[in-house]
C-alpha cells in the first residue's frame, strides 16, 4: 500500500495519559499535515509540515500537544496530560508541492483517540 | 478563513445523478474550487477541481457558474458507495494554501 498509513487505527487511554500518533507520508510527499476531526464536524487543521520544518500551527494545538517531522519523512503527534476533550479523530494528509494540485492532499485512515 | 456554503444535507437515489451544489461567493480571480468527500470512518478523499472551466474525471464532474461564486458538483450515477459527506472548499494554487473544510453536505443514497 503506498498511500499515508497512520499507526494506531485506535486508541483508548485514561485521562492524565500521553499519547503518540505516528503518520506515515506517500513518500514522495514533501508536506505533511494534521488535522483533528470531531464527530459532526468537518477536520480542522492543526499543523503543516514542509519537509522537518515546522511551517505553521493552529490555535487549537496548545501546549499540550507537539508534532515533530525530524527527518523530513514521517511524523508523530503527541498529547501529554490528555483531557476527555481531545477525544477526536486524528488525521494525517500529505501533498507534494505543485504549482496547480496545492489543495490535492491526499489522507490516511486517521487514529482514533478516546480519552475516559 | 475562505467560506463556502452547502446544504446539511441531501438524498439521491441509487442510478441517478446526485448533484452538490456548493455557494462560494467570496471566492477570488486566483482561487481554485476544490471537492473531497469523506466516507464514514474513513479519511477525507480528493475529488476533483477547477477555476473557471467545467471539469470532468472518472470519479465526476464539476460545473462553475460564469460568475465563479457557485459550483455543482456531479455524481453521474449515484451507487451505495456514494454516500459520503461531501466538502467544498476554494483557495489559491501554487505555493501552501491551508485546506479549511467546513460541515460539508452529508449525502445519503437512497436504494
Known amino acids: 500500500d503506498t498511500g499515508v498509513s497512520q499507526d494506531p487505527r485506535h486508541k483508548i487511554t485514561k485521562r492524565g495519559q500521553n499519547v503518540t500518533f505516528r503518520c506515515d507520508p506517500i513518500?514522495?510527499?514533501?508536506?505533511l499535515y494534521w488535522y483533528r476531526q470531531t464527530l459532526g464536524q468537518g477536520p480542522e487543521f492543526l499543523t503543516y509540515?514542509?519537509?522537518?520544518?515546522?511551517?505553521?500551527k493552529s490555535r487549537l494545538l496548545s501546549d499540550r500537544f507537539s508534532a515533530e517531522r525530524p527527518k523530513g519523512s514521517f511524523s508523530t503527534l503527541e498529547i501529554q496530560r490528555t483531557e476527555q476533550g481531545d477525544s477526536a479523530m486524528y488525521l494525517c494528509?500529505?501533498?507534494?508541492?505543485?504549482?496547480?494540485?496545492?489543495?490535492?492532499?491526499?489522507f490516511g485512515e486517521g487514529s482514533r483517540l478516546t480519552v475516559l | 478563513d475562505a467560506k463556502t456554503t452547502q446544504p446539511t444535507s441531501m438524498d439521491c437515489a441509487e442510478g441517478r445523478a446526485a448533484n452538490l451544489p456548493c455557494n462560494h461567493s467570496?471566492?477570488?480571480?486566483?482561487?481554485?474550487v476544490y471537492w473531497y468527500r469523506q466516507i464514514h470512518s474513513q479519511g477525507p478523499q480528493y475529488i476533483i477541481h477547477?477555476?473557471?472551466n467545467n471539469e470532468t474525471n472518472e470519479m465526476a464532474s464539476l460545473i462553475i457558474t460564469e460568475d465563479r461564486k457557485s459550483s455543482t458538483l456531479i455524481l453521474p450515477h449515484a451507487t451505495l458507495r456514494d454516500t459520503a459527506v461531501y466538502y467544498c472548499?476554494?483557495?489559491?494554487?501554487?505555493?501552501?494554501?491551508?485546506?479549511?473544510f467546513g460541515t460539508g453536505t452529508k449525502l445519503q443514497v437512497i436504494p
Open positions: 494528509a500529505s501533498s507534494i508541492a505543485k504549482s496547480l494540485s496545492t489543495g490535492e492532499l491526499f
Open positions: 513518500s514522495e510527499h514533501n508536506r
Open positions: 467570496t471566492i477570488s480571480g486566483n482561487e481554485y
Open positions: 472548499i476554494h483557495l489559491e494554487s501554487g505555493g501552501y494554501q491551508k485546506v479549511t
Open positions: 509540515f514542509q519537509n522537518e520544518a515546522q511551517l505553521e
Open positions: 477547477g477555476l473557471k
